[in-house]
């Protein structure tokens, strides 16, 4: 039986990577034993269409694809976060979409426009909501220079449920959520390595995309915060650091390439990533990732 949404929030959500075909087409059935593999480990709620599904290299066409067929590959199994964001009708296009494809919510993309005003962030979000039919929203916030009146103006919006909180300042999380619903969950968006930082001030749960390659490991490490065992999440944390390390070289710019990389080494191929991100990985980059998938028998 699926999880309900607010335990889900509290748990992993795993950013799916977008496979292409041999064409670079989006071909999403090929996520099939990627999914199934992160579902039977205890994966509490994929996500379609986040950074690490490469969301800003798709058009809005292929993103309804993502969330459509990736809907359908789920069956019911985990609740689904669609990913929406870009120009206000590409969101709300896929808002639609993604309310009509069965999704359980919506993570709200922060708007990367260059003239972006914290009140319109509201109207952006207002839109979204209406258009979905009122499905619950996931908040990604990767500036937290908006403040934090802003953010608590954001998070009033009876549709928000949760917070991804993509920024390295905890002590502003911390501020954040005080000024908060506390119903509210804040989720750490900054995957396992700072997920002990956020949970020590009050966030539940993370994201991952880790959950493609070793989905085993990322419950472990969560399993281990929610036991408040941070010796254990941290001693598990650094059996996969080398992986991350990749992952953020070259400006971040080899986050899904290594993803992509390390799938590719266990037989499941899912295309290249698209420019501007890295492909392939450098020699050098490449055997450090061999080596980890080797130590890790995930070859």
Same mark, same amino acid.
């Given at each position: 039986?699926?999880?309900?949404?607010?335990?889900?929030?509290?748990?992993?959500?795993?950013?799916?990577?977008?496979?292409?075909?041999?064409?670079?087409?989006?071909? $999403?059935?090929?996520?099939?034993?990627?999914?199934?593999?992160?579902?039977?480990?205890?994966? #509490?709620?994929?996500? %379609?269409?986040? *950074? &690490?599904?490469?969301? !800003?290299?798709?058009?809005?066409?292929?993103?309804?694809?993502?969330?459509?067929?990736?809907?359908?590959?789920?069956?019911?199994?985990?609740?689904?976060?669609?990913?929406?964001?870009?120009?206000?009708?590409?969101?709300? &296009?896929?808002?639609? %979409?993604?309310?009509?494809? +069965?999704?359980?919510?919506?993570?709200? #993309?922060? $708007?990367?426009? $260059?003239?972006?005003?914290? /009140?319109?962030?509201?109207?952006?979000?207002?839109?979204?909501?209406? %258009?979905?039919?009122?499905?619950?929203?996931?908040?990604?916030?990767?500036?937290?220079?908006?403040?934090?009146?802003?953010?608590?103006?954001?998070?009033?919006?009876?549709?928000? /449920?949760?917070?991804?909180?993509?920024?390295?300042?905890?002590?502003?999380?911390?501020?954040?959520?005080?000024?908060?619903?506390?119903?509210? %969950?804040?989720?750490?968006?900054?995957?396992?390595?700072?997920?002990? @930082?956020?949970?020590?001030?009050?966030?539940?749960?993370?994201?991952?995309?880790?959950?493609?390659?070793?989905?085993?490991?990322?419950?472990?490490? #969560?399993?281990?915060?929610?036991? +408040?065992?941070?010796?254990?999440?941290?001693?598990?944390?650094? +059996?996969?650091?080398?992986?991350?390390?990749? /992952?953020?070289?070259?400006?971040?710019? @080899? *986050?899904?390439?290594?993803?992509?990389?390390?799938?590719?080494?266990?037989?499941?191929?899912? +295309?290249?990533?698209?420019? $501007?991100?890295?492909?392939?990985?450098?020699?050098?980059?490449?055997?450090?990732?061999?080596? !980890?998938? @080797?130590? *890790?028998?995930? @070859?």
């Amino acid at each position: 039986m699926a999880l309900a949404l607010e335990q889900a929030l509290t748990g992993i959500s795993g950013i799916l990577v977008t496979p292409y075909d041999a064409a670079g087409d989006v071909a $999403p059935r090929r996520l099939k034993p990627i999914m199934d593999r992160a579902l039977a480990a205890g994966l #509490h709620m994929p996500v %379609v269409n986040g *950074n &690490t599904g490469e969301f !800003f290299a798709l058009t809005t066409e292929e993103a309804s694809r993502m969330v459509r067929e990736v809907a359908e590959l789920l069956d019911g199994r985990a609740p689904l976060l669609a990913g929406v964001g870009r120009g206000i009708r590409d969101a709300m &296009t896929l808002a639609r %979409v993604s309310a009509d494809a +069965g999704a359980a919510a919506l993570m709200v #993309h922060q $708007p990367p426009d $260059p003239f972006v005003a914290p /009140r319109g962030i509201v109207d952006y979000l207002k839109a979204i909501a209406d %258009v979905s039919g009122g499905l619950p929203m996931m908040l990604y916030l990767r500036n937290d220079t908006i403040g934090t009146k802003a953010i608590a103006e954001l998070c009033a919006l009876p549709q928000v /449920r949760g917070i991804k909180w993509a920024t390295p300042n905890p002590l502003k999380l911390a501020e954040a959520k005080a000024a908060c619903d506390p119903d509210l %969950v804040w989720v750490g968006g900054l995957a396992e390595i700072w997920a002990p @930082t956020f949970y020590a001030v009050g966030a539940r749960g993370f994201t991952s995309g880790l959950i493609n390659v070793w989905p085993e490991r990322s419950i472990a490490i #969560h399993a281990a915060l929610e036991a +408040g065992d941070y010796r254990g999440a941290n001693a598990l944390i650094a +059996g996969m650091k080398a992986f991350e390390e990749i /992952r953020a070289e070259e400006m971040n710019g @080899t *986050n899904v390439t290594a993803v992509k990389a390390a799938l590719l080494a266990r037989g499941l191929d899912c +295309g290249p990533t698209r420019p $501007p991100s890295a492909w392939p990985l450098t020699s050098a980059q490449q055997t450090k990732l061999d080596a !980890f998938l @080797t130590q *890790n028998k995930l @070859t």
